[in-house]
DNA sequence: GAATGATATGATATAACATTACATTTGCTG
DNA sequence: CAGCAAATGTAATGTTATATCATATCATTC
């Protein structure tokens, strides 16, 4: 007896589904660039391929991992390196920052306005953006109760994926 | 025109209203005081004294804010000491971990089964901790049908509190 | 009331994350 | 091409969090 007439999830998450990640990074780092030109963003080399090295993997990369890999490409080995390539790609919505792990993650679905929850699988540590229909809403209208004014999110829960969950007894 | 049936918020948010502080802490302290008694834990003198300086004040404080009391109060200079202090009460309930902020604020409804949701003012830097009806339960219908099992969740806004709202173009 | 095991604390070191500050270069615009 | 803003290079430092090992305290059983 579901009693929700719309599902709860607007947008699905990748992460957790089997996806061709090839074009699923293509795809993303298309509309990155076209984002990027269309609201007049310096999309430099070493933003561009920040946000590669986040696409390479459904998972939250701390700075510092980054900042390892922008090295291996050429790039300074300086904290800052990575951390202005970083908050430019999330002040630019082309990434998202974890709190719970002090990490950034490439945002799945830039250029869309949305209010992203992400789900941390604790064992495998895959991260996945979901938009949510109602839990935005929800914190704005209690916001509103309050007489407070919302500036920024951050929705997280952290648990189980699917994929770890069937292994359960595994290795 | 209001649609929603149920209040957004389940139990409002203390911070942002006028109240006794005095009253609020000891109301809050002894609860804990009851709550560590039942559950068989230790609230010893540095985790009594943590928790206290957690409710000194409406706002999130970090791990080295708080050790630096608990030196004050006697206890060893050391990292751990307030970590582990902190962890214990996040643990048992006590308190809540803000990972926007890192730092930790003194829970307010101590043995109340609950989601928290925190509204942390950019400009006071004060926290309310609310309790929303639809969030918790929004995020778990999600999960569920992404075959996603939550263990832990963090819902934090960040903004302006009615206070300082109010206050606009003040000095 | 000593032996034991579990829990808690003291203390040191270091890992991990993040920022400040300033010099230099690049790219745009008048 | 001069001037300015934005971006990058670089060094130093600040902040948050944990690992590790030693010691102390408490609770239980013998």
């Known amino acids: 007896m579901p009693q929700t007439v719309t599902p709860a999830i607007a947008f699905p998450a990748t992460a957790f589904k089997a996806h061709d990640h090839r074009v699923c990074c293509g795809d993303v780092m298309r509309r990155a660039e076209r984002m990027a030109a269309e609201a007049g963003l310096r ?38 390196v990575a951390y202005r ?11 998202h920052r974890i709190r ?9 679905r830039p250029g869309e306005a949305h209010v992203p929850a992400f789900f941390i ?10 938009v949510l229909a109602g839990v935005g809403a929800a914190m704005g ?11 920024r999110m951050n929705l ?9 969950h069937g292994e359960e007894a595994a290795p």
């Open 141 to 151: 209208e209690a916001a509103r109760e309050m007489g407070f004014e919302i500036e």
């Open 43 to 80: 999309l430099t080399p070493v933003r561009r391929r920040a946000l590669e090295i986040l696409l390479e993997e459904h998972r939250a990369l701390g700075a510092y991992e980054v900042l390892d890999r922008l090295a291996r490409s050429g790039f300074a080995r300086q904290p800052p």
């Open 85 to 95: 390539a970083l908050e430019f790609l999330v002040k630019a919505g082309l990434a």
């Open 156 to 164: 997280e829960a952290a648990g189980i994926c699917p994929a770890c």
């Open 121 to 130: 699988c604790t064992r495998c540590e895959s991260v996945a953006e979901a």
């Open 100 to 108: 719970r792990l002090n990490a950034f993650t490439a945002c799945m």
